[in-house]
């Protein structure tokens, strides 16, 4: 705890230095500490009309202080005097020392705020008035501001009395426990709350509305903890059914991360979206309608900020996937409680497959470390889902008993405080007993992933095998050193073994691993607990056979018979691609099973650019949409050994579809753009029928054009090259079947097309 300590206080100056530009001056900043905010607010009118006193510290010698806002204001009082034409970005402290309490009141007003984001402020609409506290566009991100001055950052916590007057009618819902409620003779409601935790300036909240309520108990590991759910529009049984899961989901939650240290649990249906407000998390409306997937993890992913980013906040926006990489973490371990295993780990696997098609895509076409953000992609899918997937990684590097307890240790010792990611590494080291500056130099400072190659042989004795493994890098030049990775193998009757390796090199050898049986095959990561760049499909068909599709490792099986296939996607180009291959997609398979008679195998492409469930699969790779003729299945049975052409039978379109193979074998396979007539190779069971490229005629007589006859309907570029390699004529944009108007020397030359898909030769005649 002391070590944190130490490290936020050393880390303040640094993030206050950061803020020069926005509101706050560095100095003054750094000058204060808001104990607690008294804030009355009658929203009964328009404009709201507000009174805030702030409770405040000074921390160092300064001549002035500022506070944020994004309000109209009417007057200023320091220590109960007003003074006169104050200004709220300089209040003068001259008069007072370190030390020192002061308090500041502030009269104002505001017809609502909304960042230009359109998300975060308080919005004031016809049906309700709430405040969502934070904000895509606007800097700083947190928008405390917009309905009481304050200092918006993460780090100053203060605790609040909230005293609210609605209009006729309506009734209060707000962070805090209730102290009262009053209504007067013109039905106007009063209420007043506590917050008495110390709670930055984001989580407090405040809404009125027609509320209709359900009122509940959760019961948990640590306590009961009353509930209110407020709700506008669905019914009272709907309402009921969105929050059955937290009987299952809290004490999941307290038992992983401890105790639940904010009283009573609270939610309100609004319109804009979810925010995690202390013990009134604004929950999007569709929320409680709806029994889709996002309902739930929603739900449990704004509780589990309870830990994550209400209780331990990272100290500045730039280490937002604490917060909800967090957060979106326990959405999964809440599933874990209320779906079960199976589900939640399906759950994960998706997010994993998006996260390593298309994070970097959607966050500026980079792959970014978690730490250092850039304001833009703050609240981009790097933080939330990359963020989601190292701590799942990190539970998986440390066991699950180790990594809960030292959680648990977090949330105790740093509870209401803030850490950046050197803090949290260095915090979860001293509790986990592990360190972890490895793991985190690669997961969190650095960009991209790590993809595992496992290689297995056997000894003289068949149960006792060697294991290699190696890295790849995958987004990130650089290396992970602290690797533990699991293999799963498997007998002949599917019993399984696991084992962990951990090496801190590139790649590792051990010799000598006695298992229980002899292995049939084996599978990496097969339990998912480590977010490398893997994700994997297994199809069980039975006697009848049948059809699977294994959606995260991107292919699908059918057979007549049984079969029990496994398929580990791998998001690293394969190597060794033999001459004659143009391109290689940035992905490869490794298929390994048991099965006795023949099974298709069908594997996924997706043209860059094609709108699909699959955006980006293919980016970069493949991005011809008029033909799809040179798109080739490679296989080979294992690494190092060579790739040979299996197949370009497909199913769909040159958009999207599935190479397919009619006897899947055991081994890897990958896609590729392939110029068949350089690659000159036998292809596995079939014929080449394009690849080939006529003129016509030819011989061509003088100032006779000829026509170039492809199976490729896409442009091509055309080169005549004579005899000595020297070009004699160039042109773009060609198609098959357009007459070319050549007029050349007597002689012999080449003609060559090429486009993104293919690159024929042909030999002409010049009469
Ligand atoms: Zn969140």
């Given at each position: 705890m002391k070590a944190v300590i130490n490290l936020y206080r050393c880390m303040l100056t640094l993030a206050l230095l950061m803020t020069v530009g926005g509101r706050l001056a560095a100095q003054t900043a750094d000058s204060v500490d808001v104990l607690h905010y008294d804030i009355t607010l009658d929203l009964s009118q328009r404009p709201v009309r507000g009174d805030a006193t702030l409770t405040l510290r000074l921390l160092q010698p300064c001549n002035t202080i500022a506070l944020d806002y994004v309000l109209g204001i009417d007057s200023v009082a320091v220590d109960g005097s007003v003074v006169a034409g104050a200004d709220l970005a300089a209040l003068p402290m001259a008069s007072h020392s370190v030390g020192d309490t002061v308090t500041v009141r502030v009269w104002y007003y505001t017809y609502g705020y909304v960042e230009s984001g359109g998300w975060g402020g308080l919005h004031v609409d016809n049906d309700m008035t709430y405040n969502l506290g934070v904000g895509f566009d606007d800097d700083p991100h947190i928008m405390g501001r917009a309905w009481f001055p304050c200092r918006d950052n993460f780090y100053d916590k203060a605790t609040y009395t909230l005293n609210v007057t609605t209009k006729a009618g309506w009734t209060a819902e707000c962070g805090g426990s209730c102290q009262n409620r009053s209504v007067d003779a013109g039905n106007k409601e009063h209420s007043q709350w506590h917050i008495s935790q110390p709670t930055p300036t984001y989580l407090v909240s405040v809404s009125q509305a027609n509320w209709k309520r359900v009122y509940d108990t959760v019961t948990s590991v640590y306590g009961d903890y009353p509930a209110t759910y407020g709700y506008l529009y669905p019914s009272q049984s709907q309402v009921q059914a969105a929050f059955a899961q937290?009987?299952?989901?809290?004490?999941?939650?307290?038992?992983?991360?401890?105790?639940?240290?904010?009283?009573?649990?609270?939610?309100?249906?609004?319109?804009?979206?979810?925010?995690?407000?202390?013990?009134?998390?604004?929950?999007?409306?569709?929320?409680?309608?709806?029994?889709?997937e996002f309902a739930k993890t929603t739900i449990a992913h704004e509780l589990g900020h309870a830990w994550f980013g209400n209780l331990v906040t990272c100290l500045t926006a730039g280490d937002m996937w604490i917060n909800e990489g967090g957060a979106s973490f326990t959405s999964e371990v809440g599933m874990e409680a209320y779906m079960g295993r199976a589900w939640s780990d399906d759950y994960y696997q998706r997010n994993l497959e998006s996260v390593l098609r298309t994070a970097h895509v959607d966050d500026g076409g980079h792959y970014r470390p978690l730490h250092g953000v850039p304001h833009r992609y703050t609240y981009g899918r790097t933080s939330y889902d990359k963020g989601w997937m190292v701590w799942h990684s990190l539970r998986g590097y440390l066991g699950e008993e180790r990594f809960y307890a030292a959680l648990r240790q977090l949330m105790e010792r740093c509870a209401f405080g803030n850490v950046?990611?050197?803090?949290?590494?260095?915090?979860?080291?001293?509790?986990?007993?592990?360190?972890?500056?490895?793991?985190?130099?690669?997961?969190v400072f650095s960009p991209g992933f790590v993809d595992y190659d496992v290689d297995v042989t056997a000894a003289e004795f068949p149960a006792t095998v060697s294991v290699a493994i190696s890295q790849r890098s995958v987004g990130t030049t650089a290396t992970a050193y602290a690797n533990r990775v699991p293999v799963t193998f498997f007998s002949a009757t599917l019993d399984t073994c696991k084992r962990w390796f951990s090496f801190a090199g590139t790649d590792t050898v051990v010799s000598g691993i006695t298992l229980p049986f002899e292995p049939a095959f084996w599978v990496l990561d097969y339990d998912k607990e480590i977010s490398d760049a893997v994700t994997i499909g297994e199809a069980h068909l039975g006697a009848e056979g049948g059809n699977a599709s294994l959606a995260v490792a991107h292919a699908a099986v059918s057979a007549a018979t049984p079969a029990d296939v496994y398929v580990e996607h791998h998001w690293s180009p394969a190597d060794g691609m033999p001459y004659g291959v143009q391109r290689s997609a940035q992905r490869r398979w490794r298929v390994t099973g048991q099965w006795q008679g023949a099974v298709e195998g069908?594997?996924?492409f997706v043209r860059t650019g094609h709108s699909s469930n699959y955006n980006d699969l293919d980016r970069g790779f493949y991005s011809q949409a008029a033909s799809v003729d040179s798109l080739w299945l490679l296989f080979r049975p294992q690494g190092g050994t060579e790739w040979q052409l299996v197949a370009r039978q497909m199913t769909g379109n040159a958009n999207e579809g599935y190479l397919v193979t009619d006897s899947l074998r055991a081994g890897e396979y990958t896609i590729a753009v392939v110029d068949t007539a350089r690659m000159g190779v036998e292809v596995m069971g079939m014929t080449p029928q394009s690849g080939t490229l006529r003129l016509f005629p030819n011989p061509v007589g003088q100032g006779q054009p000829i026509t170039l006859l492809t199976e490729c309907p896409a442009p091509y570029s055309v080169t005549v090259s004579d005899e000595g390699g020297r070009i004699v004529w160039q042109h773009d944009a060609w198609r098959d079947g357009r007459p070319l108007p050549l007029s050349l020397q007597k002689g012999i030359y080449f003609v060559r097309i090429e486009n993104n898909l293919l690159s024929l030769q042909s030999k002409l005649i010049q009469l």
């Open positions: 937290l009987d299952s989901v809290m004490p999941m939650f307290e038992r992983c991360f401890g105790p639940y240290r904010w009283g009573r649990i609270g939610y309100i249906a609004t319109a804009k979206g979810s925010m995690e407000h202390v013990n009134n998390i604004a929950l999007a409306r569709q929320a409680l309608t709806s029994s889709e950046d990611a050197s803090a949290l590494r260095d915090s979860l080291s001293l509790y986990s007993g592990v360190d972890l500056t490895p793991f985190f130099a690669f997961h069908r594997f996924r």
